[in-house]
């Protein structure tokens, strides 16, 4: 079973800020089957980036997704009000079962 | 448009069972596969299980093998979750989402809350 760690757990930044979020995997997995979610309290998942850095219909061009292997990172370029939520990254493993990694929560400061 | 519609609020005792659904709209269901997702009490995202709405093949999480169960109605354009030997810790919020092959969750539906308690 692929075990995704999230770092940090907390971000606490600033309107206008630069977000890096980090997905680290147990082992190596394919870049086409890792995805990131964004959450908000009372609300569904919003699918952000797929195939690591393949940004899903209507998500702006602030969200980047990057790496392969066992590293990847969400980069929030610059962000904004609407942005501060919970991100998970997201793998299918070759059995065909799905995890999510612990979430990261970006907070305003 | 693609929307995924869930059925309302449920309260359980200790040791019941529930079934949820998620009636899907707007695209060609047996297209898809269905995924069931729960926010885990105080965590983070939980996945349960797919099915495969064209041939019903299914996956469980390990955690939740014994007690789900994901079955889907075709001609309803409708999936359901069903978890047994309902306990407080799983009240929480459950969700459907559409899967695009092994990509990505696309479209998800508006969750439904699970209360247990006695």
């Known amino acids: 079973e692929i075990v995704l760690t999230q770092s940090p757990g907390t971000l606490s930044l600033s309107r206008g800020e630069r977000a890096t979020l980090s997905c680290r995997a147990s082992?190596?997995?394919?870049?086409?089957?890792l995805a990131w979610y964004q959450h908000k309290p009372g609300q569904a998942p919003r699918l952000l980036i797929y195939g690591a850095s393949s940004r899903a219909t209507g998500i702006p061009d602030r969200f980047i997704g990057s790496g392969s292997g066992t590293d990847f990172t969400l980069t929030i370029s610059r962000l904004e009000p609407g942005d501060f939520a919970v991100y998970y990254c997201q793998v299918y493993d070759r059995s065909g079962a799905l995890t999510f990694g612990g979430g990261t929560k970006v907070e305003i400061k | 448009q693609v929307q995924l519609v869930q059925s309302g609020a449920e309260v359980r005792k200790p040791g019941a069972s529930v079934k949820v659904s998620c009636k899907t709209f707007g695209y060609t269901f047996t297209d898809y596969v269905i995924h069931w997702v729960r926010q885990a009490p105080g965590q983070g995202l939980e996945w349960m299980g797919w099915i495969n709405t064209d041939n019903g093949n299914r996956k469980y999480s390990q955690k939740f093998q014994d007690r789900v169960t994901i079955t889907s109605d075709t001609s309803a354009t409708t999936a359901y979750m069903e978890l047994t030997s309902l306990r407080s810790e799983d009240t929480t919020i459950y969700y459907c989402?559409?899967?695009?092959?092994?990509?990505?969750?696309?479209?998800w539906g508006q969750g439904t809350l699970v209360t247990v308690s006695s």
């Open positions: 989402a559409r899967g695009v092959g092994k990509q990505k969750m696309d479209y």
């Open positions: 082992q190596s997995v394919s870049s086409s089957y």
